[in-house]
């Protein structure tokens, strides 16, 4: 499960790039639209609230519709039942039940002269209305207690130009607050001046609530606009406080009404908040596109760098699958095709090897046969010559040749087993010239009339090799130096050459050199043109060379004899 998570190293670049792509504009935009958003539900908040309580305050000219509708109704019947008298309700008992359903909680007939006739409570009217008025919010005493009321105030002819009035009221009671709440959904409260102050008229939380507003949203509700606050009631709603104006024009009561602030819809308006979840929102959701980015286009990277890396091991059965038709796939399609050929190219390079090593191996069979019986022939000769002759003279002649032939048999066998099986080398840090100098007092006892001139220009440089195996590659090589400069006098030049970081060691005889056709076959095994060599001279100096680290070449030149040289190279002081 958790490997399904894992990423590689270009994985982690590709969603670190993108992570920081989308990471900053998402930080703007997170910022930016934390604000918008906030803002917008804020408006849309106290755009809510300002309606809902227009419905309140629509709920008040309904309130004076229902009273007049009730009029009406109280018209027609009081044909026969309207009765307008001192201590008398003018609500038939039928009636009562409408008038409470319209939301009529307050009765007064009052007659021409002014004088109350009617209350349907204990309740006296503080506030005056105009004349002609018909509908108000007025004061209403009821003893203790002071109220709003809406009332409607109905014309009834009394005779001779005069009238009755009759009151139609709904006190803002507590009953009336709690229907407004029902109808709005919106908390609602009323605050009436006490002892300088606004308070609640209905004590909720056992005494009545301060209304809490600063002076300036005061003055703005004395001047009868209405005041609102996203944080109203100690930040508890978003609310909208009204002033209600009685009659005689004067700020009697303030009218809140209140969406309480929930926790989901708080979020919403709460702008860091917001802003915090979108750029969270952002980010895992440029994680997620890193993430399938990743996988999706670097997976065939990652395919293809697998498969490079096994056909580097010489792995060439790496193949890459193809998932896509683009370019991606394309290239995968490319390196399979590739690694196909370069899998059948190295099969044949095989079997190729496997050819040649066979038929150098038979070339190898022919010449050592061709070398071992000419000597055999010449044993079996002499031998048969020796059996059949008398003549000592001739048996001690043929006992020469015969011990002649086997140790030239025998030098073959050596060189065989040189050639096949020199030993381990042992380096160790020497004088460059050190194998050729002995190899030269080897060589050179007894011939006096050979001139050796020395020409060394390596200093104190230092190599490090196998002294022993230079020596008898050194040794091969003044052979033939000595031979093809035969028993006459000669002379040999031997010096050294820094260069750039090699020591070159080189032996340059006076003989008649090597023609120009004979110098690409020098290194072949058995190529000779003595009589008696075995062609194995150089391949053996060549083999203990290369086994010490060094690299044998022939010189040409327009010098007169041949030129040999070894390149060795030079070991640092400090590595010693
Ligand atoms: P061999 O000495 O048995 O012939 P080598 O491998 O040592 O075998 O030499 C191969 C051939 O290279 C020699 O036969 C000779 O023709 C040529 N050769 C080698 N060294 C010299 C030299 N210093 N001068 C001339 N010819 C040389």
Redesign the pocket.
Known sequence: MLAAFHLNKLQRKVLLVIVLIILVPMLVTGVLSGRWVSARIDESIEHWVRESTQLDEGALSDLHRNARLFVDTLNQVGQRHLSLSRGRSPIPENLQPLASELGISLVQVIGPTGELLYSSRPATLVTSWAPGQETAVVKVNMGTQNLLAAITISRIPAGSGQYYRLVLGTLFDKEFLNRMSRLSGLKTRLFYPEKGDFATAFAEEGRPLKLRLPAAAFAQLQNRQSYYSATAEDGRYWGLYSPVVTASGQVEAVWFSGHERTRRLEFLTDESALSLAIIFFGLVLALGVGFMLSRIVVRPVEYLHEAVMRLAAQDFRAEIPIHSRDELGELAQAFNAMAISLREARNEQQREFQRDKLSALGELSLAMAHEIRNPIGIINTASRLFTGSEDSQRRIEMCRVIQEESQRLNHLLNDFQQLARHRRPEFKVIDPVEPLEKALQVMLAGREEIVVTKVYNHGDLQVSADSELLRQAWL?LLR??L??MGSDAGTLEVGTQVQDKQIEIYLQ?S????PIE?MTR?FEPF????DQ???????IANTLIEASGAQLEFVPGDWAG?RFALRIPIVNKENK
Not at 527 to 530: N, R, V
Not at 533 to 539: D, I, P, Q
């Open positions: 091969n033939n130096a031979e093809a005889d003989g008649p050199g090597i004979k020098l190529f000779t043109t003595k060599g075995s062609g194995l001279g150089l391949t041949a």
